[in-house]
């Protein structure tokens, strides 16, 4: 299913690309450029070369999980259904507490509360909250714990390799100034010091740029599941609501529906929704939870027989 959604999607093959270039790169310039250098007499360089290649290995560990996983497709039917007389067979559906099921024209099939259709998938998402490029993948219910992962390592990636090059940057200068100026002078017109330089920089730029867009999404995604509303359905309320403001302004037009409400929960119990039951430390690890009983929400159509 990957392999399909690759082919469809070129811009998330070079999403994919990057990531793993950029990954690569990180690991090359900190083993290479920061660590060799500059702790290669102490017991630092083998324990900062673990320390960040164990982070990085966790990151893709969660990254390959988030773009392999089901992010929980809605199955399409086998056979053809006949959406005729669907006023009728919504009822018939309530009656058999399948309230919440709407029907996806694109897939032609019944979908469950809360699922939405993805264009670039092109298949309805149970709990969808966008698609996401960086995974080439829909970040759902079932793969959300993976995603929100992979940001938290990248983030923390990004910040260990930004005090590693800033220290090992003002260690090089403090060396250099220390130094015998013979040894400056030729150290200067070395080529590999303008590359070590320039590796800084790009690194440097890299970690920042990263750092930032990931704690901005870290931080959303974390209200999303708090406040329990995905981004699209944060935009369907703020959109009736406003439907509702003008309309109450005009007496002569219809009521407006009120938007969906879902049971309040407290905060952890949502939290444990996505990243599990278990102890918060498996939280971090990119380990397979099954989805809780609220959350298991049939695969298959409520067919009207
Ligand atoms: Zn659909
Ligand atoms: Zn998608």
């Known amino acids: 299913m990957a392999f399909v959604r690759c082919r469809r999607d070129p811009c998330g093959v070079i999403c994919l690309v990057l990531t793993y270039f950029s990954v690569f ?32 290995l966790l990151l893709l560990a969660c990254h390959a999980k988030a773009v392999c996983s089901d992010p929980g497709m809605v199955p399409l039917p086998e056979t053809a259904m006949d959406f005729s007389d669907l006023r009728s067979q919504s009822t018939r559906m309530n009656e058999r507490g399948c309230e919440g099921w709407t029907v996806c024209s ?15 998938c092109q298949r309805c ?12 993948n829909c970040v759902g219910e079932l793969n ?5 992962q992979f940001l938290f390592y990248t983030g923390v990636a990004s910040l260990y390799s930004l005090v590693l090059v800033v220290s090992s940057w003002v260690w090089r200068i403090r060396n250099e100034r220390g130094g015998d100026a013979g040894r400056e002078a030729e150290e200067e017109e070395s080529p590999s010091k303008h590359l ?11 970690s920042v ?21 995905t981004p699209i359905e944060q935009m369907k309320n703020r959109l009736m609501k406003k439907d509702r403001g003008s309309s109450s302004s005009s007496p002569s037009s219809p ?11 407290p905060k ?38």
Not at 268 to 297: D, K, N
């Open 106 to 120: 694109r897939c032609e099939t019944y979908r469950p509360p809360r699922a939405h259709h993805c264009r670039v």
């Open 196 to 206: 070590i330089v320039g590796h800084y920089i790009i690194l440097l730029v890299e």
């Open 25 to 56: 790169y990180a690991d090359y310039v900190v083993v290479q450029y920061v660590l060799i250098p500059a702790y290669s007499d102490s017991v630092w360089c083998s324990l900062h070369g673990s320390v960040f290649n164990l982070i990085l």
């Open 144 to 148: 959300q714990k993976y995603f929100i």
């Open 125 to 136: 998402v149970r709990r969808m909250d966008h698609h996401c490029p960086w995974i080439n």
């Open 209 to 229: 740029l990263f750092g930032v867009f990931v704690v901005v999404i870290f931080y959303d995604q974390l209200v999303s599941i708090v406040t329990d509303e």
């Open 268 to 305: 952890l119990a949502l939290l444990r929704e996505v990243f599990g039951r278990g102890s918060v430390f498996f939280w971090l690890l990119p380990l397979h939870s099954s989805p809780p009983a609220a959350r298991r929400t049939s695969h298959t159509s409520p067919l009207p027989e």
């Open 255 to 265: 009521q407006m529906p009120h938007p969906p409400t879902h049971t309040r929960k």
